[in-house]
């Protein structure tokens, strides 16, 4: 449930920030324990494209925004936790994603 933008709330200055991580694919593998994607850094994949960005990453402690944009990705499955990451920096006037 929503809750109505006429309903007070108090903390929401102070509410965390939320992520969702949808849940991985089953694995094709018949091996348990495999992971369900390949770990080799492509965030290209169908895999990923599947999952929304989360916002920009914040320092917890300042709320400030860091030097440079960072966001991420997230899934799961019973065994491993996924994390995709995209940094954009600028490294000599030449722009830097990671």
């Known amino acids: 449930m929503v809750p109505s933008d006429n309903i007070s709330r108090p903390y929401a200055s102070i509410y965390p920030r939320q992520y969702i991580a949808i849940r991985a694919p089953l694995s094709s593998s ?38 440079f944009t960072t966001k991420i990705k997230m899934r799961w499955d019973d065994d491993f936790l996924y994390v ?13 994603i990671t």
């Open 30 to 67: 018949s091996s348990i324990n495999q992971p369900a994607i390949t770990i080799d850094g492509n965030i290209e994949k169908t895999f990923w494209n599947e999952v929304d960005w989360s916002e920009e990453l914040v320092d917890i402690a300042t709320d400030t925004t860091p030097k």
């Open 84 to 96: 995709g990451k995209k940094t954009v920096s600028c490294c000599n006037n030449i722009l830097c």
